[in-house]
């Protein structure tokens, strides 16, 4: 299994408040990317990084923003949540030119 | 944005019975990936297919690269129960997903 940890696994927060989300990957991978799983929408793209200090929007990126310092940590952050934003988050990695992603466990979030 | 279609959305079937399910486009692509999603956690990558025409088996799972490249089947033949769970297509060179056929397999 590709070594990839997400953190935290779950958690429940309030409407206006800012949460992170951390990936954590031991493969030295150059491309990190950020999901957000909802049923009926399967797997949608919202960030993803290309190195470090590089990154890109997807699909969904309203209301995230990311951050990658390191090789290894890519951050989601919800500056204000909303309860749009409830849902499973994956965070995938990939490596050289292939397009074969590895996905870490998810993290539930529940915004109330 | 990008038009991709995954098909059936769920099936439940018995054990032993084979299964089929596709993804179509109206754009080509030059990669399809297939991913299985147990439930309570991250895709796994099942089989890359990176030819057009292309046929690829990995034991009883069998994936092919449609010639049009606008499409892509999954086949799994003599179905378990531990095949429960989601299918995802992806044509990863737009770093998008099919929406996910379920399945469930009845003992």
């Known amino acids: 299994d590709a070594g990839i940890t997400q953190s935290p696994r779950h958690k429940v927060t309030e409407t206006g408040t800012p949460v992170t989300l951390r990936c954590h990957q031991t493969?030295?991978?150059?491309?990190m990317y950020w999901y957000r799983q909802d049923p009926g929408h399967g797997l949608r793209l919202i960030h993803y990084?290309?190195?470090?200090?590089?990154?890109d929007k997807g699909e969904v990126s309203d209301g995230y923003s990311v951050s990658r310092s390191k090789t290894e940590d890519f951050l989601l952050t919800l500056e204000s949540a909303t309860s749009s934003q409830t849902s499973v988050y994956f965070c995938?990695?990939?490596?050289?030119?292939?397009?074969?992603?590895?996905f870490g466990p998810g993290t539930r979030l529940t915004v109330t | 944005g990008q038009q991709l279609n995954q098909s059936p959305q769920s099936m439940f079937i018995q054990e032993g019975e084979d299964v089929s399910m596709n993804c179509t486009s109206s754009s080509i692509f030059n990669t399809w990936l297939w991913y299985k999603q147990d439930p309570g956690e991250g895709p796994v990558l099942l089989i890359a297919l990176y030819k057009a025409g292309e046929l690829t088996s990995n034991g009883r799972l069998t994936a092919q690269f449609g010639i049009t490249r606008k499409d892509s089947f999954l086949n799994i033949s003599a179905s378990i129960p531990s095949d429960v769970g989601i299918y995802f297509c992806a044509p990863n060179s737009k770093l998008i997903f099919g929406q996910g056929t379920t399945l469930q397999v009845k003992p």
């Open positions: 493969e030295n991978h150059r491309y």
């Open positions: 995938a990695i990939s490596g050289g030119y292939s397009y074969e992603q590895y």
């Open positions: 990084s290309y190195g470090v200090k590089d990154t």
